[in-house]
């Protein structure tokens, strides 16, 4: 289950056909980052990089240049080395990358200095993204200036900068057959490891445990990153939107929170479920999970083709403040209400982001200033949520320290929705069953 080399090379030629006549696009890896002194971060490609290459090692970059008679597709990659192979990997180095990538022309990286202004010279326009990497950004600027300061003699160097993001990211907003098939393998593992955590939940033992038992079923199935730090929050932790400290003992008669989801083959799995520690829902965590559970699936019902990206973002407000109020959490006339934004002291996130290689994905969600429409082939979350935070004196004490999110990850297909993550329980009866038979 790979993406195969002929859809990376139609994502270039997809990508160099609504480029500007007579312009060049440079896209960078990512490069290791130092963690601690003499050791690193485990390696994670830039997304853009790898979305059209396929290719996972450090200081490399892709160069395009449409309509180029020697060669359109040219990669900088390091060199083979031997002795570092033997201690760091092995590399693909510019024949490997010719062959096995799609590359028509590959050079050593540190060659980049001297080939890429005469590949940028003549050109009228560098699709390149700035302000993402300082380092790099100079580098493009000073093969820019090296034309410039030959302009006496002729040189010609590029009169525009523009952002690649504006064509590319648009691309990444629709999704393969093949993308779906990964994503789908993600939500799948991500899925078992949720269902790992509510059959290993104990009054007595700590957050991290269930963290631990997530990661484990990631790294067990192929994924071996989380897509995101993993949040396992635990009684009033759980009203923390970003907790992730994941330490605090798991008590007895609290729900405890978990927004975890792996990384496989690059695409992000995002899911949120909440559960009791010991198994079963008191009164008041059942109404409040019933109501976040109802305005999530009142919200999956409205993805569909033509529908706005809003819509299921609307849906949950308005279900969400109406229970509110049936509850007597909120009080006055529901559309008054949302008008004036009282649920935000329950409810003050979204309820969705785009997802794909990142986990907050890339793609506008307005359009000439108006929330776009749906399509195929786009994924987005659904992740409503009610949070009473643990000092709030407004409402009963029944309800305070109460925090729930349910989320789930979903494709817009031709005639609806598809839920890629629908593997973990959802109601509030079929996680205390999953729980009971542990």
């Known amino acids: ?145 090296q034309i410039r300061a030959k302009v006496r003699n002729g040189a010609k160097p590029p009169g525009d900068i523009s952002d690649l993001a504006f064509l590319l990211h648009e691309h990444r907003l629709i999704k393969s057959d093949a993308e779906l098939k990964i994503m789908q393998k993600a939500s799948d593992i991500s899925a078992d490891a949720h269902c790992r955590a509510m059959k290993e939940s104990r009054a007595g033992r700590f957050e991290y445990h269930l963290e631990s038992a997530i990661c484990h079923t990631f790294s067990e199935n192929g994924a071996r990153h989380p897509a995101y730090n993993s949040i396992v929050g635990s009684g009033k932790n759980a009203c923390v939107l970003h907790y992730t400290e994941n330490n605090a003992r798991m008590e007895d008669g609290d729900l405890v929170l978990i927004d975890a989801g792996c990384e496989y083959q690059g695409y992000a799995a995002d899911i949120t479920r909440t559960f009791p520690v010991n198994g079963k829902f008191s009164e008041p965590q059942r109404a409040l999970y019933d109501l976040v559970l109802k305005s999530q699936l009142a919200a999956i019902a409205s993805v569909k083709p033509g529908k706005k990206w809003n819509t299921p973002h609307d849906v949950t407000v308005r279900v ?76 009963a004490q029944k309800w305070r320290g109460i925090g729930i999110r349910i989320e789930d990850d979903v494709v817009v297909t031709e005639s609806g929705c598809e839920v890629l993550t629908h593997r973990v329980p959802k109601t509030a009866d079929a996680i205390e069953a999953l729980m009971a038979a542990a």
Not at 64 to 70: H, I
Not at 345 to 353: E, I, L, N, S, V
């Open 1 to 145: 289950m790979k993406i195969s080399k002929s859809e990376f090379a139609q994502r270039r030629k997809r990508l160099m056909a609504e480029m500007a006549p007579e312009s060049v696009a440079i896209i960078p890896a990512a490069r290791e980052v130092t963690r601690s002194r003499d050791t690193e971060y485990p390696f994670r490609q830039n997304s853009d990089f790898l979305y059209l290459t396929g290719f996972e090692e450090p200081d490399a970059v892709l160069v395009l240049v449409p309509g180029r008679r020697q060669g359109q597709v040219i990669m900088f990659c390091r060199d083979r080395d031997p002795e570092l192979e033997l201690w760091n990997g092995y590399r693909q180095g510019p024949e490997g990358v010719v062959k096995n990538f799609g590359m028509n022309d590959a050079y050593p990286e540190s060659d980049v200095d001297d080939i890429i202004p005469g590949l940028i010279e003549g050109r009228s326009t560098i699709y390149y993204s700035m302000g993402h990497d300082d380092q790099f950004d100079r580098r493009v600027l000073s093969w820019v200036n």
């Open 320 to 395: 969400i403040t109406q229970g509110l109020v049936e509850l007597g959490l909120l009080k006055g006339d529901v559309k008054t209400l949302i008008g004036e934004g009282a649920y935000r002291d329950f409810y003050m996130h979204r309820a969705g982001h785009w997802l794909g290689l990142d986990v907050h994905d890339v793609g506008e969600y307005r359009i000439d200033g108006k929330w776009r429409p749906l399509e195929p082939g786009m994924v987005l979350t659904i992740e409503p949520g009610i949070y009473v935070a643990a000092d709030n004196k407004k409402v």
